[in-house]
């Protein structure tokens, strides 16, 4: 839902701390030119820094210009989890706030006094970040000026929704962070454990011999075993996080489920991460882009109907489910199922079924999504078009084209992957000459 801009305006003001002694920029003519790098340094370390060093530089720019330092910190998490993923994004955006090297060129500032405006540096960029803000107007309506930095009413949302949530308690920021990590690196665990499972399993069936099964049965059954202890971790960080996870703007980042109404969308991550396409090869279905490794989720109340957790060579691991509405559902390319997930189980929507892999005949990371039969499309339905800018985003701007006539051919067709987008250009500015290269990344 997308919440009125005055609204937002007045909930994030009135609990963000906002400075009262802002002033405009001055420029005056310097002696040797401002180096402006747009590709990191090779010595550069991307370690995030300490949430104390954070805080200040996000408390000081947002003094400085006007800016709730909270909104700094929200889109400070979103654009590049606090300095963990600088980029250069499929979209050529870098550094810390993730700017574009155009807009960098403009409003890129040296905020630290070192003659270096770097966009890898947390200094220059939280600053940068804030200037560009109040030239957008944040000192009066919010809304515009997050739309103006990435322009997306998700986004903005987004943004909003997680400074109110930081405003309410100033280290919340860092313990959100921290569950976030942890769910994710044991998510990422799980992903391993039950990849190194399936390959042993793989070698397994593979041997002819008795002599050479039985010689491989410990390797199984060691896989098994961590396995097992993975998904104990992750089902504690679950239940340490749980709690967090009932707000919006934390479960997006918690990877929580999203309801409306009955239905869940059923891959969690939100509008930032997770995508879906209007169109799929040949077949009525969808296919939902997501990282590795994100929570797949019962859409809806149902039964287990088949789960299967070897590699199918078309389907990969998945399961399908009989909705309480009376539809059945195919999620394909699972990762791993989690070990509640058997033929007969009962499900709640938004109960955790999986993790998004790339399992079988998939390319890159995603779930697999079809009515069974294939006979309509998931996109068409109106719980599934609901959750477009809170629980996903379009990648494309198609409409969901008329059903394909339903011919044995086209029945059987396998699912072909789409191609990979094209890397954005990588600009660099090289010295002495101010010569700029382009080269792709």
């Known amino acids: 839902m997308i919440v009125r801009r005055a609204a937002l305006l007045a909930l994030v003001v009135l609990s963000a701390v906002v400075a009262t002694g802002a002033r405009a920029d001055t420029f005056t003519i310097v002696s040797t030119p401002l180096v402006t790098p747009l590709a990191p340094d090779a010595t550069a370390t991307t370690a995030p820094l300490p949430y104390a060093q954070l805080l200040s530089l996000w408390q000081q720019a947002g003094a400085e210009y006007d800016v709730p330092w909270q909104v700094l910190a929200a889109i400070n998490k979103i654009e590049s989890n606090f300095g963990r993923n600088m980029g250069p994004s499929s979209a050529g955006a870098i550094g810390w706030m993730q700017f574009m090297p155009s807009t960098w060129m403009r409003w890129g ?90 390959s042993a399993q793989a070698r397994e069936n593979a041997a002819t011999l008795l002599s050479d099964q039985l010689a491989l049965e410990p390797a199984v059954a060691k896989a098994q075993r961590a396995l097992d202890a993975a998904r104990h971790t992750l089902a504690q960080a679950q239940q340490s996080s749980a709690a967090a996870s009932f707000s919006p703007a934390a479960s997006d980042l918690l990877a929580g489920p999203t309801y409306d109404g009955t239905w869940v969308f059923p891959v969690g991550g939100g509008p930032g991460v997770v995508s879906a ?165």
């Open 109 to 198: 500032m040296d905020a630290n006094g070192d003659g270096v405006a770097d966009p890898w540096n947390a200094s220059d960029a939280i600053f940068s970040a804030a200037r560009y803000l109040q030239a957008a107007g944040a000192s009066t309506d919010l809304y515009r000026a997050v739309f103006a930095y990435n322009h997306a009413d998700w986004y903005v949302n987004e943004v909003l929704s997680l400074a109110h949530l930081y405003s309410l308690d100033g280290a919340t920021a860092f313990s959100l962070d921290q569950m976030q990590l942890q769910l994710d690196a044991a998510r990422a665990a799980v992903v391993a454990a039950a990849a190194r499972l399936s």
């Open 277 to 441: 396409s209007h169109t799929h090869a040949d077949i009525p279905a969808v296919d939902i882009a997501a990282p590795l490794g994100s929570p797949v989720y019962a859409l809806e109340n149902g039964v287990v109907e088949r789960a299967w957790t070897y590699v199918d060579p078309k389907c990969g691991i998945g399961m399908t489910m009989l909705g309480a509405d009376g539809q059945t559902w195919t999620y394909c390319h699972l990762a791993v199922l989690d070990s509640a997930v058997v033929p007969g189980a009962s499900l709640t929507a938004g109960e955790q079924v999986g993790l998004v892999g790339q399992t079988g005949n998939a390319t890159g990371p995603h779930l697999h999504l079809q009515l069974q039969p294939p006979d309509a499309w998931p996109q068409q339905e109106a719980w599934f078009q609901s959750f477009a800018g809170t629980a996903f985003t379009w990648n494309d701007a198609g409409p969901t084209p008329a059903l394909p006539i339903r011919t044995p051919a086209v029945m059987a067709a396998q699912e072909v992957a789409a191609p990979a987008p094209a890397s954005g250009p990588v600009f660099q500015v090289v010295r002495p000459a101010p010569v700029v290269l382009f080269s792709r990344g």
